[in-house]
């Protein structure tokens, strides 16, 4: 019954790659699959995906993580506070895609039409 949109975007808040899960499915299980593929100097994400693995895994692509950590996690990680502010071009890329209506309200039942709804979204956001 819902559905969540995982977001890659680039500096300038454009979307790079768009995936769907099940709403109740957890941020980090598709984080690998976000970036597989890219080359990137910083890696900004909110704390959902805060996991070693995930960490691991940006600072093998020799990227920086820029991750705050769980409030539950026993060893808080540092991070770049100052460059944090700028997820915020994550946030307005789904502010943007809810100006859709067929988006915001979900009207496509199966996942590959929504998808597909979610793509052609996002080519219009590449071209205004």
Known sequence: ???????????????????????????????????KGFLADYVLADKGYDSDQFVATVEATKAVPVIPARKNRRQPRDYDKELYKERNLVERFFQKIKDFRRIATRYERLARNYQAMLSLVASVIWLA
């Open 1 to 35: 019954m819902s559905t969540k949109i995982h977001a890659a975007v680039d500096a300038l808040g454009n979307p790079l790659r768009l995936l769907l899960t099940a709403g109740q499915a957890s941020e980090y299980g598709q984080s690998e699959a976000l970036i």
